[in-house]
């Protein structure tokens, strides 16, 4: 037979309503004071810690990227600038070519012009020079003409025929 | 392994219950031979004032049961040996009466042998002589007895001690269930370290030492990855914090987490060695009311204390609801409802952590049943090829239980702290 005079755990009693008061309380107090409060500030560092860690890697990522993009711009940049050098040189270069060109163009120009004046001026002076010769000759033919003249008539041709067969231009 | 490992030692748990009881009750026949041979009065069992209690009555679970999650004033280890605990006794009248249990050398069930101030120890309880003539002093008591007796129109059991061969009537302690649950203010209220005040000291201080560690370590290794007990111990803590207050209670959540941790440790501590079927544990705590009310009761006021005006214009006067409906429906439910919440929190705790004890015991018992209380060795054997399977699966289910409890105590107080500091949002 079973008593509900037995079944105690049912019936408040004051000695434990008393005694679990007194023991939770100290234990909420200690535990908050010794064991909790410490516990959660190590947590809260922790998490802190963590959460900077994750962020400081971020910006370092972050930060990476923007020097590989600055990286790359320079890269492209300087792919640019040897780009327009190059361009520039060869620019320069026809530049040079053409002005060569024409430099030994105006060159051969003014020598082929010097040489015809050369030409020219030696053909005078040439011309010249015959016309002295010429004159020359004829002042002596004459003279030697007008001296055999002065001797007989018919050696006078003749001679004159010598002469002139002398005469050889050139 | 491991998980083998685990079974194997809730087994060993369960063999040991199992012996722990045995043991109880192989002493049980011995014990009425002593009293007939040994004693003045041989085989004077039967009294006037009802049956005694040194005879050995048809084994009954149900006895059984409730004796063993009933606190107790010694604790009763093996055998004869008992822990002897201090008792503090008060009596209006009389004063306080400061002892320890081995003042009534107790011996078989914890009955004890000798009174000591006009106090009795009754199957571990302390009970009090009516008799002022014994108020002081110390008196033989040959043995004990209980009858029916009828007061007010109700049946209550009166536990009487013969001193002399005399019925000498005893007062149980007072408790304060208003004599609904058969007990009531009587002529003397025991504040004694019980076995379940004596638990819970216990199971506090290991808690303290366990997270007083654990918490220098945090100190000592801060910022540093946690180990050992620590790591153990943080998931819990996290746990709580982060998915029982913080969802819960909402941004003030804080201010909150360490009561309860404080409340979720300590039952689950409480429970967890209740669980165990040998000295130091097997105390029924949180099975106990008076241990609920009080936890169920602080968590009361500290949600009554929290509670903002949206949460009392809420219980007092719901905002846009008729008036009528207020006064008589509304209102009425709500201001019910109050009392309601901490009188489920109490009482589930309780009824589960009870429950589970006397299942536990029930199983137990089925050795003593098959076995007809130690006469026949077969059904002894049955028995126990019955009983262990039994014992072990409920063991492992009280194991679950022992955590889902304190995680539901602790769940719903961060739930009803959450109403009371929740903000108007609409």
């Known amino acids: ?170 | 392994m491991t998980v083998f490992r685990k079974y194997w030692i809730a087994l060993v748990f369960s063999g040991l219950s199992a012996f722990s009881f045995a043991q109880d009750h192989h002493g049980a026949p011995a014990a009425g031979q002593a009293a007939q041979t040994g004693h003045s009065e041989p085989a004077a069992h039967e009294y006037a004032c009802g049956h005694s209690l040194s005879i050995e009555p048809e084994f009954n679970a149900g006895d059984l049961a409730v004796h063993h999650i009933s606190d107790a004033n010694a604790i009763h280890i093996v055998g004869d040996v008992y822990l002897h605990l201090p008792c503090i006794l008060y009596a209006p009248g009389h004063g306080w009466t400061f002892t320890t249990t081995a003042a009534f050398h107790p011996h078989h069930h914890g009955n004890g042998t000798r009174s000591k101030d006009g106090y009795v120890l009754v199957h571990g309880s302390v009970m009090r002589l009516q008799n002022p003539a014994y108020a002081s002093g110390e008196q033989e008591i040959s043995d004990y007895t209980h009858e029916e007796i009828e007061s007010d129109g109700k049946i209550k059991t009166r536990y009487n001690a013969i001193i002399n061969g005399q019925c000498e009537p005893l007062d149980a302690k007072t408790t304060y269930d208003g004599g609904v649950m058969g007990g009531g203010v009587t002529s003397f209220s025991d504040f004694s370290i019980t076995r379940n005040v004596f638990t819970m000291l216990l199971t506090a201080i290991l808690l303290f030492i366990l997270f007083w560690s654990a918490a220098r370590a945090s100190v000592r290794r801060r910022g540093e990855a946690p180990k050992g007990l620590l790591n153990f111990l943080e998931p819990f803590i996290t746990f709580i914090r982060d998915e029982v207050a913080k969802p819960s209670i909402g941004p003030k959540y804080e201010r909150y987490v360490p009561y309860l941790l404080a409340i979720f440790f300590f039952i689950l501590g409480l429970n967890l060695i209740g669980q165990m079927p040998f000295f130091p544990g097997s105390a029924n705590v949180t099975g106990n009311i008076s241990v609920t009310i009080v936890l169920a009761v602080i968590t009361f006021i500290i949600t009554t204390v929290s509670g903002n005006k949206h949460y009392w214009s809420h219980v007092l006067w719901m905002p846009g609801v008729p008036t009528a409906l207020k006064l008589f429906i509304i209102t009425p439910i709500e201001v019910l409802g109050l009392f309601l919440k901490p009188f489920t929190l109490l009482l589930r705790l309780f009824a589960n952590i009870a429950a589970g004890h006397i299942v536990i015991l029930s199983f137990v018992s089925l050795i003593f049943i098959f076995g007809g209380a130690g006469e026949s060795l077969n059904g002894s054997i049955a028995g126990i090829i019955a009983s262990i399977p039994l014992t072990l699966f409920m063991m492992a289910l009280e194991l679950l239980v022992a955590f889902l409890q304190a995680y539901i105590f602790t769940m719903l107080s961060a739930v009803y702290f959450g109403t009371a500091v929740e903000e108007a949002h609409h």
């Open chain 1, 1 to 170: 037979m079973l008593f509900l005079g037995d079944f105690s755990v049912i019936r408040p009693e004051p000695g434990l309503l008393f005694w679990t008061t007194v023991i939770f309380l100290l234990f909420w107090y200690l535990m908050s004071r010794f064991a909790f409060k410490p516990i959660a500030e190590s947590l809260k560092k922790r998490e802190m810690d963590i959460q900077e860690a994750l962020d400081q890697a971020k910006l370092a990522r972050e930060e990476m990227a923007n020097l590989q993009a600055e990286n790359e711009k320079l890269l492209a940049q300087a792919r640019e600038e040897r780009a327009a050098i190059l361009k520039d040189a060869k620019d320069s270069k026809d530049e040079i070519i053409a002005e060569a060109k024409e430099r030994a163009n105006a060159e051969y120009k003014r020598k082929v012009e010097s040489a015809i004046q050369d030409i020219e001026n030696q053909k005078l002076a040439a011309m010249v020079e015959l016309k002295n010769t010429a004159g020359k000759l004829a002042i002596e033919i004459a003279e030697k003409v007008i001296r055999k003249e002065l001797a007989d008539k018919t050696e006078q041709e003749a001679y004159a025929k010598s002469l002139v067969d002398q005469i050889k231009l050139n």
